[in-house]
């Protein structure tokens, strides 16, 4: 997952945010950036090269996409040039970032502590099986001939529960690996109707692209363009490939004479929720505003259900290592009382 991936989020949300403030002010945007760097120490090469790219004529949004800016930041700044929002986009994708890094940090910090406690167990597993073990299995093998069932029970847990494990987290990784490269080989619209298809996934996707294409078809309404305008800046080569999909699949069906919100109804893609904003909008004329505040909304409730998630994903991971535990205990007193009944 990319919010996984070690990133420059933390500083590329402060200069993102500082640079609308700067622009808001009246500062050039060379001058805005050239006046940033100073004060970054560790990127300041790094956002330097953003004047340079202007400097030879290429687009600010492709000039970040260089400068290794997050996708998700490059799209609504290219838009931002058509509909006139400038500094408001770049203020929104600065306070994105910011929310993500957020998010970030609080996964990290969840399984921090759990992820060490973890480790810890696993090492005094490994003690336990190099000098305690086989003191248990010598003194069995003077007691008794055949094994008993918790002589049985210990040989499980140490020598056999750990190999099943780690084929088990072998599998899955190796089965998570395949199945996201042959997923990347899809066309971008059976990747939709896959991703579509599962429950738990399926909310964060509809929800992801329905606030994105509300948000960039919003602004771009409110500026005074048309949809069929829309749909052709959509559709041009520099825009990512969502919009280009979604383009294509909305003129279609617009060509066949069905509304915006009938087109939108067609697309698995968008949640439902969504298509009945835009019919509200349409029918009393504020589909502009309407689909901006509802990217708004988008944001509040996908932060919501980020950090309800985040708040089980510790006890689940305590659950898994409190249960490792007590197989460990149970390992080492069951063989204990056994001996003592064979004394």
Known sequence: MAILKRNHWKEDSEFLIRLAELLEKGFPLETAINYLSITAKHNKKRYLRITDYLNQGIAFSEALEKCDFPNFCIAPIYFSTEHGYFSETIRDVGLLTEQKFTQQKALVKTIQYPAILLTTVLLVFILLRLFLMPKFELLFSQLSQS???????????????????????????????????????????????????????????????????????????QSGLSIQKIFQLFHSSNTAGFFQEISHDLSQQLALGKSFSESLATLPYLEKEFIQVVKHGERNGTLANELIFYYQQCQTRLMERITQILSWIQPCVFLFIGVFIISIYLSILLPMFSMVDKI
């Open 147 to 221: 094994e008993s069932n918790t002589n049985q029970l210990s040989s499980f847990l140490f020598d056999r529960l750990p190999i099943i494990l780690l084929s088990m987290l072998l599998f899955f990784g190796l089965l998570t690996v395949f199945l996201h490269h042959k997923f990347q080989k899809y066309p971008l619209r059976k990747q939709y109707a896959l991703i579509s298809r599962i429950p738990f996934a399926r909310y964060f996707f509809q929800i992801h692209y329905s606030q994105l294409f509300a948000r960039e078809c919003g602004y771009l309404l």
